[in-house]
Antibody, heavy 123, light 112 residues
Framework: QVQLQESGPGLVKPSETLSLTCAVSGYSISSGYYWGWIRQPPGKGLEWIGSIYHSGSTYYNPSLKSRVTISVDTSKNQFSLKLSSVTAADTAVYYC????????????????WGQGTLVTVSS | QSVLTQPPSVSGAPGQRVTISCTGSSSNIGAGYDVHWYQQLPGTAPKLLIYGNSNRPSGVPDRFSGSKSGTSASLAITGLQAEDEADYYCQSYDSSLSGHWVFGGGTKLTVL
């Protein structure tokens, strides 16, 4: 079964770059599917950040696009998130997930999810 | 403010039936894009509950069902159990602002 595990620093200073990695086990990223990042500020709802295909093709949330970079390393079976110029508003639990799709390119959902990692932006 | 609107909270007694609504617009649910639902138990990651409006993944009890009509979707839970107490989120695609996947604000289900 597919399992995902996020890792990275739990504390990032304002204006710096947040960097996280998602290790995938039980499935080879090279075999297909999109893979995504979603975040959840403490006590708040979910926000899709972006998604990447094994070929490197990416889609980003327009509201974060100028600060987000998602990349994939098929040799390590993992994908990564970089979010630049962070502020306190970027404090959140960051989840990675596999992206599944149905009858059309637009109809995509997330399953399974990693356990999530809390990133706090503070000096 | 979320593009998809959910009630902040719903409640029900054990054994009862509850529904959670997810209201969108012509750029998301009303445009024909599918709605998916997630359950988030306290302190855990979201778990897929319903995909493609009304399909249950393997392992999800048939007490959970989804439907969609017009610009809204609903999640129904029958035979409410204490273990169903959680946050529930709907998710769809929105074609505005270059297009992206969006979530509802979430609904806290309390089992009385």
């Amino acid at each position: 079964q597919v399992q995902l595990q996020e890792s990275g620093p739990g504390l990032v200073k304002p204006s710096e770059t947040l960097s996280l990695t998602c290790a995938v086990s039980g499935y080879s990223i090279s075999s297909g599917y999109y893979w995504g990042w979603i975040r959840q500020p403490p006590g708040k709802g979910l926000e899709w950040i972006g998604s990447i295909y094994h070929s490197g093709s990416t889609y980003y949330n327009p509201s974060l696009k100028s600060r987000v970079t998602i990349s994939v390393d098929t040799s390590k079976n993992q994908f990564s998130l970089k979010l630049s110029s962070v502020t306190a508003a970027d404090t959140a639990v960051y989840y990675c997930a596999r992206v599944l799709y149905g009858s059309s390119w637009y109809n995509r959902w997330f399953d399974p999810w990693g356990q999530g990692t809390l990133v706090t932006v503070s000096s | 403010q979320s593009v998809l609107t959910q009630p902040p909270s719903v409640s029900g007694a054990p054994g009862q039936r509850v529904t959670i609504s997810c209201t969108g617009s012509s750029s998301n649910i009303g445009a024909g894009y599918d709605v998916h639902w997630y359950q988030q138990l306290p302190g855990t990651a979201p778990k897929l509950l319903i995909y493609g409006n009304s399909n249950r993944p393997s392992g999800v009890p048939d007490r959970f069902s989804g439907s969609k009509s017009g610009t809204s979707a609903s999640l129904a839970i029958t035979g409410l159990q204490a273990e169903d107490e959680a946050d529930y989120y709907c998710q769809s695609y929105d074609s505005s602002l270059s297009g992206h996947w969006v979530f509802g604000g979430g609904t806290k289900l309390t089992v009385l």
